[in-house]
């Protein structure tokens, strides 16, 4: 009860600041004439997506007051900035080479166009809650000689249907540009036209064509394709598993029993040989314990986070929505990781619970929060967007207090109170037994990249996707596909750390719960790697900003997935353990 509680109050939440940009039928009807809002938000590097600076940081035509518009938390965190334009594009009036403004372009202002129109700056603005982008120049990189052209005409195209704005394109007039190649004062008239269009799309669908691009014949062969490869590997590998392990343990089961009706003085070998000590407590208790509790929170974020995608919050351009979500539900959600956490702890008979509280809130935010702090740092140096202002700040810092630490507080007592005991069907022995000589491939190091690589091999396709749409232009919609090849992530992880955990216990090795973790978090190692491979070989992004915030935020998403996914193997191999414990008969 408590829980459907909860998800209604967290969908509540997410809703209300996710919906707040697409706003209310009314807010979007016009009659002919009408002012209809158009906001200059950002310029910046086409290949650098995290370095947007704010549009009239350029020497562009500025508005006789400039009126800056009011945004949400995930907006900001978006790095949007948006103000009011000097563009005038009435409802339905077409308008024909119309001047802008004069101005006259001293050397400062062409230095500064130059070097954005040389790094590929493009900008983009917001018409009735609509993006609309284009590039502010254009040279030849190759060839030095040709001249520097910056555009000074925009054209906007605008599909109506009866009162209300359904799309709109804009386009720059290679027949309108400026030489700013030469270091010398100018004066130049921006201009720009509106053409105005019916159409008969409705204004339920305007948003479908900026979803289109991923939903393409050919790119759904290639995400079906995905999903068909990582099916095969996950029936290739369940069927593998169970056959094996069901025979193998079919085997054991058998020995282990005539072991049993027969002579006490045979000496044990196998898994059972270490009955004793399989469920001996793990080194570093709390940190184990904070690391379970934290991959919890994790995974039911994830699952939160998939649920709103498929009801329809994160369409294209609901900017901000899931930064938002992220913050919010990351929020509500630290109540389970203290919950998870400390009672677990209690389980292993740990004491110092409030210790275990706290490594456990930090565990993953720490490292955020410091990654955070180093790269707001950069971003202000660079006077980007990025740099998030100082309320936004003190806002996060607030729901941190005022809510994440609560709740992670209140989960904690609940976790330490409960009566949940951990259910061993072996007795441990005091003494450790010692574990004998294993090959270097036995190794936690190899273990980890026979267990990371096929659970990584199931997802790869889908991550080309995913990074070229968080970090480049490229729109994400299919959220069905991608909570598919979500699940079978969880399968193959799960999957595999049991049948590695059982070839760890096979031979004796009774050291298992902190393998099984760091087996089933490798996962984030490879994708890691493939970070590196994305950043150097599929990718244009260059400057000590962009690799700064691909690195840093990269770095604390694979650590994230690292803490989700080791607890999914751990979890996986618990219950794998505790059963064939069960089936024997342990003294």
């Not at 800056?68 to 900001?76: S, Y």
């Not at 919890?296 to 901000?320: E, H, K, S």
């Not at 770095?555 to 999914?568: E, K, N």
Request: glycine content about 6%; hydrophobic content about 45%.
């Amino acid at each position: 009860m408590a829980m459907g509680r909860f998800l209604v109050l967290a969908l509540a939440l997410v809703l209300l600041f996710g919906y707040g940009v697409e706003g209310s039928a009314s807010d979007h009807r016009y009659s002919k004439g009408d002012h209809v809002p158009l906001y200059a938000n950002k310029v910046g590097p086409f290949h650098n997506p995290s370095e947007t600076y704010r549009y009239f940081d350029l020497p562009f035509c500025p508005p006789d007051k400039v009126t800056e518009k009011r945004e949400d938390l995930g907006e900001v965190l978006n790095g949007d900035r948006m103000v009011g334009a000097r563009y005038k594009l009435h409802f339905q009036e077409d308008k024909n080479s119309e001047l802008l403004c004069r101005k006259k372009l001293t050397k400062e202002n062409l230095g500064k166009f130059r070097e954005a129109v040389k790094k590929d700056y493009y900008f983009q603005m917001y018409y009735d809650d609509l993006p609309i982008w284009g590039f502010i120049g254009k040279t030849d990189k190759e060839n030095n000689a040709d001249p520097i052209l910056l555009y000074k005409h925009l054209h906007f195209e605008i599909l109506y249907n009866n009162d209300r704005v359904i799309e709109i394109t804009v386009r720059t007039d290679p027949n309108f540009t400026v030489d700013i190649t030469e270091d010398k004062e100018i004066e130049v008239e921006f201009t720009y036209s509106v053409k105005w269009v019916e159409t008969q799309t409705p204004f339920e669908r305007r948003m479908d064509k900026y979803s289109k691009s991923s939903s393409l014949p050919q790119h759904l062969e290639i995400h079906w394709f995905s999903i068909i490869n990582s099916c095969v590997t996950v029936l290739l590998l369940t069927g593998f598993l169970a056959t094996i392990l069901m025979r193998v343990l079919k085997n054991d089961f058998i020995k282990y029993s005539h072991d049993e009706e027969s002579t006490d003085d045979q000496e044990e070998t196998g898994w059972k040989y270490i009955h004793g000590d399989v469920f001996r407590y793990p080194p570093y208790k709390s940190l184990f314990c904070a690391v379970l509790g934290s991959g919890t929170q994790l995974f039911t974020l994830a699952i939160f986070i998939f649920m709103l995608a498929l009801v329809g919050v994160f369409y294209p351009y609901n900017r901000g929505a899931l930064y938002t979500a992220l913050v919010v539900i990351y929020a509500l959600t630290s109540g389970i990781a203290g919950y998870t956490a400390a009672s677990f702890y209690r389980q292993l008979e740990g004491s110092n619970w409030v210790r275990n509280l706290l490594l456990t809130g930090c565990l993953f935010c720490g490292p955020l929060f410091l990654t955070f702090c180093f790269l707001n740092t950069v971003a202000i140096a660079y006077n980007a967007t990025a740099a998030l202002p100082f309320g936004t700040i003190v806002v996060i810092l607030l729901i941190w207090t005022l809510v994440t630490s609560p709740l992670l507080v209140l989960g904690g007592i609940a976790g330490k109170n409960s009566k949940a005991e951990f259910q061993a069907p072996c007795r441990t022995t005091k003494y450790p037994r010692e574990i004998p000589p294993l090959p270097w491939y036995r190794g936690t190091i190899p273990q980890m990249a026979m267990a990371g690589f096929l659970p990584f091999s199931a997802i790869y396709i889908e991550l080309y996707y995913i990074f070229a749409s968080v970090w480049g232009h490229k729109i994400y919609t299919i959220y069905s596909i991608l909570f598919i090849v979500f699940i079978i992530l969880i399968i193959v992880t799960a999957f595999i750390t049991i049948a590695l955990t059982y070839f760890q216990l096979a031979v004796e090795d009774h050291e298992w719960w902190w393998r099984s973790v760091l087996c089933g978090g490798s996962t984030g190692v490879f994708i890691f790697g493939y970070c590196l491979y994305y950043y150097f070989a599929r990718s244009d992004m260059n400057g000590f900003m962009q690799t700064s915030f691909f690195f840093g935020y990269m770095t604390c998403i694979c650590y994230g997935f690292f803490l989700m996914l080791g607890t999914v193997g751990f979890r996986a191999s618990l219950l794998f353990v505790r059963h064939i414990y069960r089936s024997i008969k342990c003294e």
